[in-house]
């Protein structure tokens, strides 16, 4: 932050004025964030080729082409909170409620869409015609989703006693 947005930032907070929300990082936040974010998005990438090779080359095991990539996302998500956490760098320094309310999205919308996915005309199965069912992969997705938002509030919570403890001290 330079001293110039500092100067602005301090304006606002005396005058009273809204401050923008937005997450703030340290430098060292910012730099262990951005490993975490090469690490996973190199295994998304290294897992959307390898799936993608195989597909082409006729070992088609997915009904689908985007549900397995979909579930890769949502894995290298859940690899870059873990990651980011144990590094001490998923939340910002002005604290966690963004990354909650985040979370809460996220399990509101994985809900929200395994319920409407539920098709009553088309029975759920897990293998359709020698292949992984789309219906079963996105419901699989879904569930990711809500387990990312679960971990995250799990992580902020504990950032927060221990931001606690230590305030305590």
Not at 33 to 56: H, Q, Y
Not at 77 to 83: A, H, M, P, Q, W
């Amino acid at each position: 932050m330079s001293m110039k947005s500092f100067d602005k930032f301090c304006e606002k907070l005396i005058t009273g004025e809204p401050i923008p929300q937005k997450e703030i990082f340290d430098e060292r936040q910012s730099v262990l964030r951005t490993k975490s974010l090469v690490i996973a998005l190199t295994n998304f990438g290294s897992l959307s080729a390898a799936n993608t090779m195989l597909m082409e080359c006729g070992l088609k095991w997915s009904e689908s082409y985007f549900a397995p990539i979909a579930i890769f996302m949502a894995v290298s998500y859940l690899v870059f909170l873990l990651d980011s956490a144990r590094r001490g760098a998923l939340f910002g320094v002005n604290g966690t409620a963004k990354a909650t309310m985040t979370a809460i999205l996220f399990i509101a919308q994985g809900g929200l869409y395994i319920l409407i996915n539920i098709d009553e005309e088309e029975p759920f199965c897990v293998i359709k015609d020698g292949m992984v069912s789309k219906v079963f992969l996105m419901m699989m997705f879904f569930v990711l989703v809500i387990v990312c938002g679960i971990v995250t509030i799990i992580l902020a919570h504990k950032f927060n006693k221990s931001r606690e403890s230590e305030e305590e001290k």
